[in-house]
C-alpha cells in the first residue's frame, strides 16, 4: 500500500503524461485508489491536446517511489484488470457523490 502523505502529494499536483505518439498531455490528479493490493492514479487533462479531449479520464497502477519527485506510472495490461479498476473508479466518485456524468466511458490509458 502507498505512503498517505505520498498520496496527498500528488493529489494537488499535475502530472505530464508522454503517451506512445509522443503526445504530452498535462493532467490534474483526480484520484489515487486501491484497489486489491495495487495502488492506481486517474487523472483528467487540463485541456484538450491533439485528438485528446479535455474530459478523458486517464487511469494507470501508480508505483509508489521512496523518490518524492518521481512518479511511475505503468499501463493496465489486462482487459480484467482495468474492468476492475474502472469499477472501483466509478465506485468512488459514487460514494462522493461528484458529477461525472460526461465521463461515460473511461478511456484505457494510452502511455
Do not use: H
Not at 483526480?30 to 487511469?59: C, N, Q, R, S, W
Request: proline fraction near 2%; hydrophobic fraction near 35%; charge should be negative.
Amino acid at each position: 500500500m502507498s505512503d498517505k502523505n505520498e498520496m496527498q502529494d500528488f493529489e494537488e499536483r499535475t502530472v505530464t503524461l508522454t503517451l506512445d505518439n509522443d503526445l504530452e498531455v498535462k493532467c490534474e490528479v483526480i484520484d489515487i485508489f486501491d484497489v486489491e493490493d495495487k495502488t492506481y492514479m486517474a487523472l483528467i487533462p487540463v485541456e484538450a491536446v491533439g485528438d485528446i479531449e479535455d474530459d478523458e479520464i486517464f487511469i494507470y497502477r501508480y508505483i509508489p517511489s521512496d523518490d518524492e519527485d518521481e512518479l511511475k506510472l505503468e499501463n493496465i495490461e489486462s482487459d480484467e484488470e482495468y474492468e476492475a479498476v474502472a469499477d472501483a473508479f466509478e465506485a468512488l466518485l459514487d460514494e462522493l457523490d461528484t458529477d461525472f456524468d460526461d465521463f461515460e466511458d473511461l478511456d484505457e490509458d494510452e502511455e
